[in-house]
Structure formats: structure tokens, C-alpha cells
């Protein structure tokens, strides 16, 4: 399997285990708030959900990437992981826009809905996970970030 291929299946999985994470405490925090307001539920939410997901994607690809930028004489090629942190962070920033959007939007009007909040957090992250992985795999693809060859 060509090496960029690899690449893309450790940034999903990185990006699937976040969410996974995430789904289950934001669930949780959106049930213990949901004697609060629609947008208070969704809003606190939301937050925990940013804090778990970026705690658990950005230790896991660390550990995947921590050998890629060291030089054969020990040090850190500092060029190509600052370009490669600018592609990454650019790609999950486009993809964060959208997210926001969907998610907080979806739990709000399935709140407002009577689906209960653990339920409502369910759904709208996994419905909101899908628009955000289609969206980062794009631009990661669009800013070439795995690229054959040196």
C-alpha cells in the first residue's frame, strides 16, 4: 500500500478515536445539563466535546508522527512539520467551521424537539462527524498534504 494511503487511514483513525471519545463524555455532560435552556445544553457541549475530541486526536497523532520529522542525525526537521502542522491545523480548521455549524445547530433543533440530550448529542455528533470527516479528507487531499515522494 502506497505510503500516503497509510497516512490517510492514521488520520481517520486519529480522527474516528477523538470522536468516539467525545461522543460518549458529551453525551453524558448534555444529559447532567438538561434542565437547562436548549442553546445552554448545547453550547456546554459542544465545549466538552472540542476539549475531549482535541485531547484525544492531538496525543494520538503525536504518537503516530513523532518519528516523521526527525533527521537522521537525531534532530527535528523543523521546515516540513512546520509546513506539514500548517496543512494539518488549516484542514481541521475548514472542517471545524462546518462542524460547529452542524453540530450545535442540530443538537439545538433536536432539543427543541423533545429528543432527550443524550440522544440529541448522539445524533447531531454523528451526523455532524460524517459532514467533518468528508470535509477534512477533502482538504487534506486539496492542500496535498500526503504526497508520494519525497
Known sequence: MKQ?????????????????????????????FSNQQSYVNATISLGVD???????????YYIDNKKKYLLETGQVDKAEL???????ISSLGI???????????????LLTNSY???????????ISTVI?????????KLMRLYKDGP
Not at 472540542?50 to 494520538?60: A, E, I, M
Not at 467551521?97 to 442540530?106: G, H, K
Not at 432527550?116 to 454523528?126: C, F, G, L, W
Open 4 to 32: 500516503k494511503y497509510k497516512e490517510y487511514l492514521k488520520l481517520n483513525k486519529n480522527i474516528l478515536l477523538g470522536f468516539l471519545a467525545s461522543i460518549a463524555i458529551s453525551a453524558m455532560v448534555a444529559q447532567i
Open 132 to 140: 467533518y470527516m468528508i470535509t477534512v479528507n477533502l482538504s487534506v
Open 50 to 60: 472540542y476539549v475531549v475530541y482535541f485531547s484525544t486526536f492531538g496525543s494520538l
Open 95 to 109: 472542517g471545524e467551521v462546518v462542524y460547529t455549524a452542524c453540530r450545535w445547530s442540530l443538537q439545538y433543533y
Open 116 to 126: 432527550q440530550a443524550y440522544a440529541a448529542s448522539i445524533v447531531s455528533q454523528s
Open 82 to 88: 512546520r509546513r506539514d502542522l500548517i496543512k494539518v
